[in-house]
Nanobody, 120 residues
Framework: QVQLVESGGDLVQPGGSLRLSCAAS????????MGWYRQVPGKERELVAR???????NYADSVKGRFAISRDNAQRRVTLQMNSLKPEETAVYYC??????????????WGQGTQVTVSS
């Protein structure tokens, strides 16, 4: 059974930094893209950053230059470094992984979410 376990959400002041981490667990995982999304009540979940197994990255325009995504394939871990945080980035942040099943079909998996609150 696949599990994505996030950590690092917290309360931080505007302009501050946080580091989110997510580890995938399960047997014989074949992981494709990993990433981070966020959601606030009443709005759709939106992409924050995504990274391929080869390390190519994709960021939401609003976070470019402030956030950095990285992954450790051996540890099956993805990390999001968030700098210069803004109050409007308060949200639940979700870890994402695309994982191949036994028939090499990509399946989407999500973590349980971690709360990031940016407030003074």
């Amino acid at each position: 059974q696949v599990q994505l376990v996030e950590s690092g959400g917290d309360l931080v002041q505007p302009g501050g930094s946080l580091r989110l981490s997510c580890a995938a667990s399960g047997r014989d995982l074949r992981i494709g893209d990993m990433g981070w999304y966020r959601q606030v009540p009443g709005k759709e979940r939106e992409l924050v950053a995504r990274i391929t197994i080869g390390g190519a990255t994709n960021y939401a325009d609003s976070v470019k230059g402030r956030f950095a995504i990285s992954r450790d394939n051996a540890q099956r871990r993805v990390t999001l470094q968030m700098n210069s945080l803004k109050p409007e980035e308060t949200a639940v942040y979700y870890c994402y992984a695309a994982i191949y099943d036994s028939w090499w079909t990509l399946m989407d998996y999500w973590g349980q979410g971690t709360q990031v609150t940016v407030s003074s």
